[in-house]
């Protein structure tokens, strides 16, 4: 660290941590400001490493040392603001932070709308911000083509950014607003929409060829999807589970769909 340079304490009012802290706390506030905010060396580096744009990085004088040749190698090329320990620990969303902390431009959505073959997924209305993560880590993972959100928990939520683990960094993403006209499209580029369901008429998953691709509709973690969803999509199809179980967690359930069509 260069002699002089300022430590900023608590209670300094400092517009980029204000900025930070009102991120971490808002959708609103980020949807406006078109910025997220998000903190560990990992997922910072990760982001910088993925092309992400960052408007500025927040370090302990700990952390400056630590992390800060490695995040510029990296990429990284706002000159970093250092903060104390104390307000890095009054900013952070995690009770064991390491002191590194940015504030990135939001995402281009990269998804295309879904073609003949490809094998995507469409999560209705998930409102738990750590399966929409794991989720998005699991279909990376597998190779899922893209991933289709409709009436979802914001994507750039803390706990959807970190469980995400990076994937929401590449894998290719698009907010759906018209069902009706995704559904129409799928119909006239031939591809299969299949809705997740918890229903013993329905189909069995294992039984279900995935080759002509598809897109699977995973509904909301207390209601599923809603009926008339369902009854919009191609096929209907159920995960076997043992009488005793009425239900799977949405992110448990969506991993095996998409392992399912991994496999095919």
Known sequence: MPQGTEI????????TVKLFANLNRSRTFREKNRAFAMEGFRLVLDAVQSGVKLRALLLTEKADAQYRAELQNAGASVQPLLISDALAKEIADTETAQGVFAIAETLPETADL?????????????????NLGAILRTAEALGTDALYLYQCVDLYNPKTIRSSMGAMFRLPLMRISDMDAFFAHCKAVGLPTCAAVVDRDAD???????CRGAVVLIGNEGNGLPAEVSGACDKRLTIPMSPASNSLNA???????LWEMAKS
Do not use: E
């Not at 900023?8 to 517009?15: A, D, F, H, I, P």
């Not at 069995?204 to 995935?210: E, K, Q, R």
């Open 204 to 210: 069995p998953l294992g039984g279900y060829d995935f």
């Open 251 to 257: 992110a448990m359930a969506a991993g095996l769909f």
């Open 8 to 15: 900023l304490q608590t209670g300094t009012g400092n517009k």
């Open 114 to 130: 879904p073609q003949h073959g490809n094998r995507c997924m469409l999560l209705h209305n998930v409102q738990d911000p750590s």
